[in-house]
């Protein structure tokens, strides 16, 4: 018989022969009468499997508790119990794997997500993780079908890259020279010559420069990939390797690239309600009462675009005002996320994009404006979050980008490829960046970001 999905079960009409195969999530019941929750990944709600006990082997039962895997044969029967509309009259029941109820790793008492972080088999299992990464999936999902709507080519950047686009030096440097011996030049410093790709490499931050070829010949494109990130910051929001979505458009300026990323994080939210609906319930209903009503509120509501500089005059107000932040507010310094938070919840009650930031504390990419000061930068910022999305329109303008390398001293040597898109046929073009973990975490109502990726790599922990 061929084995039909507990989401399936869940949804079919009674009378029919079926084959589930899951983990047991519960068993309880009495003398006469077992009833095993059962779950197989694909959908929040478990099938229930009732065992009448006189028809049922007791040594089959007895090595059935919760974790195990088994395959259950039987026929599905309107519920008579409240909670679920079918479940199956078990027939034959196969024991693929028990699970040892002194052993199991799982038990109800210490299930917090620290403790899950540390068993990395076990914490899928759990209804939710099971729900983030569905949720995970589908989002990753609606972001190909969202671009391939709208005729965006999906481009592969790479991953090893020698240059740093964020200019930020937060690299992983990538090497097969022997650490332990390591190859000098007549400076004394390392010999990347001597490197497998000849040069010094890393792992890349972001695949933005590569993006910028792809736009300025295909239009429009959208990069879906890792990136990794050396910064030693332990908080909630950071990860070392993350995912980011990249779309990079010819001739979009600052205003179309804000209007993209507000359709489409607007999009993304809209697809996880219409097509998530049993695991944002759960996770509502288990942690975050509001956060249905948080995704709703975004969906329906214009995001404010502001500029950086009255950004920074709100807040000053609000600290005449009595509002207490950690860290000061200071024309030219970058926003805290206690800073972004406070103009998203507090003062406007809505997503905001903060545009125009001061030039820098932005990449050496961004069109810089005529005040000669500020760059067509915008963040896309959000409740609970912070920022989600990074992004601006580019400078299409040659000496300008040269200059700014120039000031910046960063490695024209490594840079001309890039530089040539503005010498041959440069174009106005824009493009952003939206943390896919970010995302999740607003779409979850999860705490951590951690706790929205499936094997989280942060500062000393790579487990796994
Ligand atoms: O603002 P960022 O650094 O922008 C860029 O990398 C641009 N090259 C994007 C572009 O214009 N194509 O990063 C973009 C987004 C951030 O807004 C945030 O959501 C996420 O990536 N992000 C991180 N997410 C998790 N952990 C980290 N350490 C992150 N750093 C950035
Ligand atoms: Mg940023």
Redesign the pocket.
């Known amino acids: 018989m061929k084995r039909s999905k507990v989401k399936e079960l869940l949804s079919m009409q009674a009378g029919g022969d079926v084959l589930a195969k899951g983990w047991v999530r519960t068993k309880r019941g009495n003398k006469e009468i077992a009833f095993i929750a059962l779950n197989d990944g694909s959908t929040i709600r478990n099938i229930q499997i009732v065992v009448d006990k006189n028809e049922t082997t007791e040594p089959v039962l007895a090595r059935i508790s919760t974790g195990a895997c088994i395959a259950v044969e039987g026929k599905l029967v309107e519920s008579v119990g409240s909670g679920q509309s079918v479940e199956i009259k078990a027939g034959n029941i196969t024991v693929y794997g028990e699970c040892d109820p002194m052993r199991y790793p799982l038990q109800k008492k210490d299930t917090s997500f620290e403790y899950l972080r540390t068993v990395a088999h076990m914490r899928p299992r759990t209804n939710t993780f099971g729900a983030v990464l569905r949720l995970r999936s589908q989002m990753a999902y609606a972001i190909h079908e969202y671009f391939h709507s709208k005729g965006f080519v999906y481009l592969n950047t790479p991953l090893i890259t020698a240059s740093d ?2 200019g ?1 030096g937060q690299m992983f440097q990538v090497t097969t020279l022997d650490l332990n011996n390591v190859p000098k030049n007549k400076k004394g410093l390392p010999d990347f010559t001597k490197d497998f790709f000849g040069k010094q490499t890393s792992l890349t ?4 420069l590569e ?1 910028e070829l792809g736009a300025t010949a295909l239009g429009e494109i959208y990069t879906f990939g890792p ?1 990794f ?1 050396a ?1 030693n ?1 332990n908080t909630p ?4 390797e ?1 995912w ?1 979505i ?3 458009m010819a001739f979009y300026d600052i205003q179309d690239n804000m209007d993209l990323a507000e359709d489409f994080i607007k999009h993304l939210v809209k697809y996880a309600l219409d097509n998530c609906i049993d695991d944002i319930q759960f996770l509502n209903d288990r942690y975050d009462n509001e956060l249905i009503e948080r995704l709703r509120g975004v969906i329906d509501t214009q995001f404010v675009r502001l500029p950086y500089t009255r950004g920074i005059e709100i807040l000053k107000e609000a600290i005449a005002n009595g509002e207490k932040f950690e860290y000061p507010v200071d024309w030219g310094t970058d926003l805290q996320s206690e800073h972004e938070r406070f103009l998203v919840e507090k003062h406007f009650g809505k997503p905001v994009i903060l545009t125009d930031y001061p030039k820098d504390i932005k ?1 050496f990419y961004m069109k810089q404006n005529e005040d000669g000061k500020t760059v067509r930068a915008m ?2 910022l959000f409740p609970k979050i912070g ?6 329109e580019r400078e299409s303008d040659l000496q300008k980008l040269e200059q700014r390398v120039e000031e910046l001293q960063m490695s024209r040597k490594n840079l001309e490829w890039y530089i040539d898109t503005r010498r041959f046929g440069s174009c106005p073009h824009s ?9 999740l975490l607003f779409i979850t109502g999860m705490q951590n ?1 951690r706790d929205v990726i499936p094997f989280p790599r942060t500062p000393k922990n790579a487990e796994y």
Do not use: K, N, Y
Not at 205 to 208: C, D, E, I, R, Y
Not at 237 to 240: I, K, Y
Not at 387 to 392: P, V
Not at 431 to 439: D, K, P, Q, V
């Open positions: 686009c964020e930020a931050v972001s695949g933005q993006g990136t990130r910064e910051s929001r950071h990860l070392a993350f980011m990249e779309p990079e990449a963040d896309v920022e989600i999305i990074g992004g601006s493009g952003f960046g939206l943390g896919f973990e970010r995302l970001i």
